[in-house]
């Protein structure tokens, strides 16, 4: 039905960047509303950042100014541009949308900042 697949994860030093990239498919998959979300060892999945279709975005405090959401409707693709990169960033980050009342998510990819 919809399938999102999470690519672009590494490690990265502190204050470096990474783009991460979900590419979204499937019989009903449409892109409409993607978000990304993150969740760090021992701790609850949280919210990142939001795109709507209209190009309309929201993002979290903690990485506002420092993250960067953007789509390809074309492509089925959201981006999320990562810079200024901090430990606390450390995560496994999933993509994830909502169709038809029903929450998809990808396999997450890891991001690990460190020195």
């Known amino acids: 039905q919809v399938q999102l697949v999470e690519s672009g994860g590494g490690l990265v030093q502190p204050g470096g960047s990474l783009r991460l990239s979900c590419l979204g498919s499937?019989?009903?998959?449409?892109?409409?509303?993607m978000a990304w979300y993150r969740q760090a060892p021992g701790t609850e999945r949280e919210w990142v950042a939001t795109i709507i279709s209209d190009g309309r975005t929201n993002y979290a405090d903690s990485v506002k100014g420092r993250f960067t959401i953007s789509g390809d409707n074309a492509k089925n693709t959201v981006y999320l541009q990562m810079n200024s990169l901090k430990p606390e960033d450390t995560a496994v980050y999933y993509c994830n949308t909502v169709l038809y009342g029903k929450n998809y998510w990808g396999q997450g990819t890891q991001v690990t900042v460190s020195s």
């Open positions: 499937g019989s009903i998959f449409k892109f409409y509303a």
